[in-house]
C-alpha cells in the first residue's frame, strides 16, 4: 500500500476508535442517573445522526450552488458581476455565524430547516468565491493556447480550467465544512437539535461528562472532515 | 495557401481600426514574419486566422477555402500555435502536454506516445527523462522546446507562432533560433511568425511584412528590406547599421573554408607538432580534439608551459563553439561575450570541428555588403 | 422599526454590551499577538518545531467554537476567563501560521546582506525580519479579530457577557428585536475590525 494510502486509513481509523472509545466509555461509567439518561445509546445517536444530515444535507447544497455559481459567474460576460459578487461573499463572511443563525431564526422561526437553510447559505459563501477565484487566476497565456488549439469551451472547462483551480477550490470547500461543522453544533439555539443539543444540555445541568461528550464527537468529526478534504487535495493535485 | 484579403478588425474603444485593410499573400513552405512596434496589428492579424479573432472585414483564406465558413475548432486543431508565454499547462506532464491536440483529435494511445517521443527526440529533450515531468520543472528553453513540440504534435500545415522566443535571455535565443530552423528544414511549413524584433525577423524569415498602425509597409524578402527599404519608416526600422544587420543573413558555414586540419591537433600530438602548427595559427591557439574529431579544448603558448607531454594533457577548456548553422551574428555575440577574437565551428548535427571563424572574418563580410 | 425601538430604549445596556464585547476582543486579540507572533518566530528559527505546532493549531481551529468552550469550561469555570482562553486558542493559529510564513518568505538575499553589513541576529530581526513580514503578520492578525469577533458572541453562553447575551437571551425569551440588536451590532463590529485591520494592512505594506 502506498504511504499516502496509510497515513489516510490510520487517521481515520484513530478518530474512530477515539470516538468509539469515548462513547463507550461514557455510556459504562456515568457519574449519575441524569447523565446515564442523556447518554444513552438512542440519545448519542439521535444527536450524532441529526449533526450529521444538518451538515450533509448544508454542504451538499452548497456545493450544488456554491461550484457552478462560481464557475458561471467566471465566464468573461459575467466577469464585473462576479468581482461584485465576490465583494458581497467577503462582507458576507465577516458576518459571525451565530448572528446568521439568529437573523433567520427571526425570519424563519425555531426549527431544523432554519438551521439547514442558514448554514448552507453560509456554507455557499468561501465554495462560491473560491470557484471564482480560481478559475479566474489561470493565467490567460494558458487559456489562449487552449483555445488556440481548438479545445471546445466545454473541453477547456473540464481539463484546464476546473483541474488547474482544484487546488483553491478545495481549499474554499475545506473553510466552508470547518465552519459548517462548527455552525451546526450551534443549530440547538434554535431548536434543531444534533451535537449541540449534548453540550447546551450538559452546561445547563452542570454535567462535564455530557459537555466532553458533545464536544468531543463535534470536534471529531470535524477533524475528521478537515483530513479527508486535505487527503483529497492532495490526490488531486500532482503539481 | 495563405491569403488573406483586405482583413479589417476595429476593437472598441480605439479611434483607429487594429488592422485595416490588410492584405497579404503567404506561400506553401515559407516563413513569414509580421514585425512591427506594438500596436501595430500583428498579433491581432496573426489571431484572425485561426479566428482567436474574428475579423469585421475582409477574409482568410487556407488553400482556397474561407477560414470564416470552416468550423471554427477543426479550423484551429489544423493550425499550429505558439504564444509568447508558450501557455503550457502546469497540471500536464510534459507528454500530457504535448498529447493535447492529438487527444482532441480522438488518436489512439499507441499512436499518441509514438508521436511524444518522436517529437521529444527532434526537440532535442530525452523522452525517457521528460515525458513525465511538470512544466515547472523545466528551464525556459526547454519549456520553450515543448510548446513547439505541442503546436507541431498533429502535423499541422500552418503553424502560427507568437514571440516564441522572446521569454529566454539572448544566447538560448539564438540556439533556439538555429535549432528551429533546422527543423524546419526537415519539415515542409508553411509559417507565420510575429516578432517585434527586426533582427530576429532578418534570421527567421523567407518573407517579412513591415506592419505599422495596423497597415501593410513593406512586403519583401530580408534582402530586399536591408537594401531597399520601403519609405523612412522601414528605413528607421532596419536602422542605420544594415551592412551589420547583413551578418543575421548569413551563416557561418558559408564563409568558413573547412581548415579544420590548420586550425586543429590531435589530443595524442606532442609538444614539437603543437608548436609547429601554434607558429602557423593566425589567432595563436589550436584546437584540441579527439578521434572523431569532437572538441576538447584548445592549447596555446601559455598551455605549453605547463607540465605533460600530449595535447590531452595540456589542454584548457573552452566554453564557446558556435554551431556551422549559426548566422555570423550569433558568432560575433559570442566573440564579444568570451572577448576572444575567433570562435570555432562545430557540426550542428555531428559535433565534430569544422573550422574557426575570427573577427577578421566578419569584418570583410561587413566591408564587402 | 420595532428593532430601532428596542436599540433606543435599551441604549444602556447595549452600550455595555457593545464595549464588554470589544474588550474581551481586545484582550484576547493582545495576548494572542503576544503569544503568536512570539511562538511563530520561535518556530522560524527552530524549523523542526514549525510542522507539529502549526498541526497543533490547525487541529485547535477546526473544534467547533462551542465544542471547544465547553471543553474548557470544567477547568476554568463560568465567566470571562473561559471566553478569552477559548478566543485566544483560536486566535493562535492564522498569528503563529503568519508569523512563520511572513518570515520565511523574505529573500534570502536580504538577510544575507543585513547580516554581511555586521548586524547581530536580534537586530535582524527586529530590523529587517519583522518589518518586512509586517503585512503577512498583519492579515493573519486580521483573520484571527474577525473570527473571534464571531466566537466571543457565543462565549456569552459560558458567561463571557459581550453582545452575545443578547442573542442568546432574545432567543430564549423569543424576543426578535433583541436578536435583531445583537445579531447587527456583533455584524458591525467585525466588518469594522475587518475593514480598519485590512487599511492598517495596505497602509503599512512597502511598495517596492
Keep these: 500500500m502506498k504511504k499516502e494510502n496509510i497515513k489516510l486509513l490510520a487517521v481515520t481509523v484513530a478518530?474512530?476508535?477515539?470516538?468509539?472509545?469515548?462513547?463507550?466509555?461514557?455510556?459504562?461509567?456515568?457519574?449519575?442517573?441524569?447523565?446515564?439518561?442523556?447518554?444513552?445509546?438512542?440519545?448519542?445517536?439521535?444527536?450524532?445522526?441529526?449533526?450529521?444530515?444538518?451538515?450533509?444535507?448544508?454542504?451538499?447544497?452548497?456545493?450544488?450552488?456554491?461550484?457552478?455559481?462560481?464557475?458561471?459567474?467566471?465566464?468573461?460576460?459575467?466577469?464585473?458581476?462576479?468581482?461584485?459578487?465576490?465583494?458581497?461573499?467577503?462582507?458576507?463572511?465577516?458576518?459571525?455565524?451565530?448572528?446568521?443563525?439568529?437573523?433567520?431564526?427571526?425570519?424563519?422561526?425555531?426549527g431544523f430547516n432554519t438551521a439547514v437553510f442558514a448554514i448552507w447559505l453560509y456554507s455557499i459563501l468561501p465554495i462560491l468565491r473560491n470557484t471564482f477565484a480560481g478559475i479566474t487566476s489561470i493565467s490567460d497565456e494558458v487559456i489562449e493556447s487552449a483555445r488556440g488549439m481548438g479545445m471546445t469551451g466545454r473541453r477547456i472547462l473540464t481539463r484546464i480550467e476546473l483541474p488547474l483551480a482544484a487546488p483553491i477550490i478545495t481549499a474554499g470547500i475545506r473553510t466552508a465544512i470547518v465552519i459548517n461543522v462548527g455552525t451546526a453544533t450551534l443549530a440547538t439555539f434554535i431548536g434543531a437539535g444534533g451535537l449541540g443539543d449534548l453540550i447546551v444540555t450538559g452546561l445547563s445541568i452542570r454535567r462535564n461528562m455530557i459537555i466532553i461528550t458533545g464536544a468531543g464527537l463535534s470536534a471529531l468529526l470535524a477533524i475528521l472532515l478537515d483530513f479527508w478534504i486535505g487527503q483529497i487535495k492532495l490526490r488531486l493535485v500532482k503539481w | 495557401m495563405i491569403k488573406i484579403e483586405n482583413l479589417t478588425k476595429h476593437f472598441p474603444g480605439l479611434d483607429r481600426p487594429a488592422v485595416n485593410k490588410l492584405s497579404l499573400e503567404i506561400n506553401e513552405g515559407e516563413v513569414c514574419v509580421l514585425v512591427g512596434p506594438s500596436g501595430c496589428g500583428k498579433t491581432t492579424t496573426m489571431k484572425m486566422i485561426n479566428r482567436l479573432h474574428e475579423p469585421d472585414e475582409g477574409e482568410v483564406y487556407l488553400n482556397g477555402k474561407r477560414a470564416s465558413e470552416m468550423n471554427q475548432i477543426d479550423l484551429r486543431r489544423g493550425i499550429g500555435?505558439?504564444?509568447?508565454?508558450?501557455?503550457?499547462?502546469?497540471?500536464?506532464?510534459?507528454?500530457?502536454?504535448?498529447?493535447?491536440?492529438?487527444?482532441?483529435?480522438?488518436?489512439?494511445?499507441?499512436?499518441?506516445?509514438?508521436?511524444?517521443?518522436?517529437?521529444?527526440?527532434?526537440?532535442?529533450?530525452?523522452?525517457?527523462?521528460?515525458?513525465?515531468?511538470?512544466?515547472?520543472?523545466?528551464?525556459?528553453?526547454?519549456?520553450?522546446?515543448?510548446?513547439?513540440?505541442?503546436?507541431?504534435?498533429?502535423?499541422?500545415?500552418?503553424?502560427?507562432?507568437?514571440?516564441?522566443?522572446?521569454?529566454?535571455?539572448?544566447?538560448?535565443?539564438?540556439?533556439?533560433?538555429?535549432?528551429?530552423?533546422?527543423?524546419?528544414?526537415?519539415?515542409?511549413?508553411?509559417?507565420?511568425?510575429?516578432?517585434?524584433?527586426?533582427?530576429?525577423?532578418?534570421?527567421?524569415?523567407?518573407?517579412?511584412?513591415?506592419?505599422?498602425?495596423?497597415?501593410?509597409v513593406q512586403h519583401s524578402t530580408p534582402e530586399e528590406l536591408l537594401d531597399a527599404p520601403a519609405n523612412e519608416f522601414v528605413a528607421q526600422l532596419v536602422g542605420r547599421n544594415r551592412s551589420i544587420k547583413r551578418l543575421h543573413l548569413i551563416r557561418v558555414e558559408d564563409i568558413i573554408e573547412e581548415d579544420a586540419d590548420k586550425y586543429s591537433v590531435a589530443a595524442e600530438s606532442g609538444r614539437k607538432e603543437i608548436k609547429d602548427k601554434l607558429s602557423e595559427s593566425k589567432v595563436g591557439a589550436l584546437m584540441v580534439t579527439d578521434e572523431q574529431g569532437c572538441l576538447l579544448g584548445?592549447?596555446?603558448?601559455?598551455?605549453?608551459?605547463?607540465?605533460?607531454?600530449?595535447?590531452?594533457e595540456l589542454v584548457d577548456e573552452i566554453h564557446d563553439q558556435v554551431t556551422a548553422d549559426s548566422t555570423l551574428n550569433d558568432s560575433l555575440s559570442v566573440m564579444l561575450e568570451s572577448g576572444e577574437g575567433y570562435v570555432p565551428v562545430v557540426d550542428e548535427e555531428k559535433g565534430f570541428f569544422r573550422d574557426i571563424i575570427t573577427l577578421q572574418d566578419l569584418l570583410q563580410e561587413v566591408r564587402q555588403g | 422599526m420595532e428593532v430601532i425601538g428596542y436599540m433606543i430604549h435599551r441604549s444602556e445596556m447595549v452600550q455595555r454590551l457593545f464595549l464588554e464585547h470589544l474588550w474581551l476582543i481586545v484582550v484576547s486579540v493582545g495576548i494572542a499577538i503576544l503569544v503568536g507572533v512570539f511562538l511563530g518566530v520561535l518556530i522560524s528559527y527552530f524549523k523542526f518545531l514549525a510542522s507539529p505546532v502549526l498541526t497543533i493549531c490547525q487541529v485547535l481551529m477546526t473544534v467547533p467554537s462551542i465544542a471547544m468552550l465547553g471543553l474548557l469550561l470544567p477547568f476554568f469555570g463560568i465567566g470571562f476567563q473561559?471566553?478569552?482562553?477559548?478566543?485566544?486558542?483560536?486566535?493562535?493559529?492564522?498569528?503563529?501560521?503568519?508569523?512563520?510564513?511572513?518570515?520565511?518568505?523574505?529573500?534570502?538575499?536580504?538577510?544575507?546582506?543585513?547580516?554581511?553589513?555586521?548586524?547581530?541576529?536580534?537586530?535582524?530581526?527586529?530590523?529587517?525580519?519583522?518589518?518586512?513580514?509586517?503585512?503577512?503578520?498583519?492579515?493573519?492578525?486580521?483573520?484571527?479579530?474577525?473570527?473571534?469577533?464571531?466566537?466571543?458572541?457565543?462565549?456569552?453562553y459560558v458567561g463571557a457577557g459581550g453582545l452575545g447575551e443578547l442573542i442568546f437571551n432574545g432567543i430564549s425569551r423569543t424576543n426578535p428585536p433583541m436578536i435583531i440588536t445583537g445579531a447587527i451590532f456583533v455584524s458591525i463590529i467585525a466588518v469594522a475590525f475587518d475593514l480598519l485591520l485590512g487599511w492598517a494592512e495596505r497602509a503599512k505594506t512597502i511598495k517596492y
Design chain 2, 298 to 312: 584548445r592549447v596555446d603558448e601559455q598551455s605549453l608551459k605547463k607540465e605533460g607531454e600530449t595535447a590531452g
Design chain 3, 82 to 156: 473561559t471566553g478569552v482562553i477559548a478566543l485566544i486558542l483560536y486566535s493562535l493559529l492564522p498569528i503563529v501560521r503568519n508569523t512563520y510564513s511572513g518570515i520565511a518568505e523574505i529573500d534570502q538575499a536580504i538577510i544575507e546582506s543585513a547580516r554581511g553589513m555586521g548586524m547581530k541576529d536580534y537586530r535582524i530581526l527586529f530590523r529587517v525580519k519583522l518589518p518586512l513580514a509586517f503585512p503577512v503578520i498583519m492579515a493573519g492578525i486580521r483573520t484571527a479579530t474577525v473570527m473571534v469577533v464571531g466566537i466571543g458572541a457565543i462565549a456569552a
Design chain 2, 81 to 216: 500555435y505558439v504564444i509568447q508565454e508558450i501557455g503550457l499547462f502546469p497540471h500536464m506532464t510534459i507528454k500530457e502536454n504535448i498529447a493535447t491536440v492529438p487527444r482532441e483529435l480522438g488518436w489512439d494511445r499507441e499512436r499518441i506516445n509514438k508521436r511524444v517521443r518522436e517529437l521529444l527526440d527532434l526537440m532535442g529533450l530525452d523522452p525517457e527523462i521528460y515525458s513525465d515531468r511538470r512544466p515547472a520543472a523545466l528551464s525556459g528553453g526547454q519549456r520553450q522546446r515543448v510548446g513547439v513540440a505541442r503546436a507541431l504534435a498533429a502535423d499541422p500545415p500552418v503553424m502560427l507562432m507568437d514571440e516564441p522566443f522572446a521569454a529566454v535571455d539572448p544566447i538560448t535565443r539564438a540556439r533556439l533560433q538555429n535549432e528551429f530552423l533546422r527543423i524546419l528544414d526537415k519539415m515542409d511549413k508553411t509559417i507565420i511568425f510575429v516578432t517585434h524584433d527586426i533582427n530576429e525577423a532578418i534570421k527567421m524569415g523567407d518573407k517579412i511584412a513591415v506592419l505599422r498602425e495596423g497597415e501593410l
Design chain 1, 15 to 110: 478518530i474512530f476508535v477515539t470516538g468509539l472509545v469515548m462513547v463507550y466509555y461514557v455510556m459504562e461509567n456515568p457519574t449519575d442517573s441524569m447523565v446515564e439518561r442523556m447518554l444513552s445509546r438512542e440519545n448519542i445517536w439521535r444527536a450524532f445522526r441529526e449533526h450529521l444530515v444538518i451538515v450533509g444535507v448544508s454542504m451538499a447544497g452548497a456545493l450544488a450552488v456554491g461550484i457552478p455559481g462560481g464557475i458561471l459567474l467566471s465566464r468573461p460576460r459575467f466577469y464585473y458581476i462576479g468581482k461584485v459578487f465576490e465583494n458581497i461573499v467577503n462582507i458576507g463572511q465577516t458576518v459571525p455565524s451565530l448572528a446568521i443563525l439568529a437573523l433567520f431564526y427571526t425570519i424563519l422561526g425555531l
